[in-house]
């Protein structure tokens, strides 16, 4: 079975590449983050033609989260227990669903933007709840996926330097992430996917990429059971090139 996990940035903007991306690579299922759109405007007639269910969760032109199946969807929830909402304005941030036996989660964890903005207190807040949700799926194969907006290590920014006064490398947002690692979870791609240089995400702004001043921020985080089923796993670095790309690059992983 092959999972993937998606930051596509739009996906009525790159449904074109989300299909050849999906043909290519055999994949199964597939969750997507920020689609930017209600579930009803989602172009998903091409996708359903090619065996997927969807799964989606959009309230308007922000966020949003889906998952593409081919194996069955069953289970699917919108939102975890006791999720934050911003402002008392709900937000699609997380959806899940039980794909070929796998429970799998779609998750955008908030950016924060800054250190003393209050989307930084949200995002904390929203780690916290998904962490008290996610210790209740331990047992079972579980795979927490999408964009974690954390650059875990100094090795996931091109620059630490750079970064020293932002956020995603703070160190709460570092300890909200490690949390899940000792519950139990595995970050399962890393072992794959060694080195400094295995980046994610680039910005659009001043050829990031064509200068690899990239960031590793979307991960697949796996129970103990699903960890130990994990056989491969890359970056699909080629999708973030071209026109049109998405800023953030496909995570595919291999489970036997």
């Not at 997507?32 to 209600?38: G, I, P, S, V």
């Not at 890393?190 to 910005?203: A, E, N």
Request: proline letters at 4%; charged letters at 25%; a negative charge.
């Amino acid at each position: 079975m092959r999972i993937a996990t998606w930051n596509v940035n739009s996906l009525r903007s790159r449904i074109d590449r989300v299909e050849r991306f999906l043909e290519r690579h055999d994949v199964d299922v597939l969750a997507l983050q920020e689609t930017k759109a209600r579930e009803d405007q989602l172009p998903l007639m091409g996708l359903q033609s090619m065996g997927y269910e969807v799964a989606a969760a959009g309230y308007n032109q922000w966020n949003g989260v889906a998952i593409l199946s081919r194996v069955g969807i069953a289970e699917v929830q919108t939102g975890f227990a006791a999720m934050p909402d911003f402002n008392d304005v709900a937000e699609a941030r997380a959806i899940g669903a039980v794909c070929g036996g796998v429970r799998i989660w779609s998750l955008y964890v908030p950016n924060g933007r800054k250190v003393d903005d209050p989307h930084y207190a949200y995002k904390l807040a929203w780690l916290a709840r998904l962490r008290a949700a996610a210790s209740g799926w331990l047992d079972e194969d579980t795979a927490l996926v999408g964009d974690w907006n954390i650059a875990p290590q100094d090795d996931d920014v091109f620059d630490i330097a750079q970064f020293k006064t932002s956020t995603h490398v703070t160190a709460p947002e570092r300890a909200a992430f490690s949390g899940f690692l000792q519950d139990g979870y595995a970050d399962v791609v890393r072992p794959h996917t060694p080195g400094p240089d295995v980046y994610t995400y680039w910005d659009y702004y001043r050829q990031r990429f064509e200068r690899n001043r990239g960031m590793r921020i979307d991960f697949v985080l796996g129970s103990p059971s699903l960890a130990a089923r994990v056989s491969h796993a890359f970056v699909d670095r080629d999708e973030r090139a071209g026109v049109g790309a998405s800023d953030h690059a496909p995570v595919v992983v291999d489970l036997t």
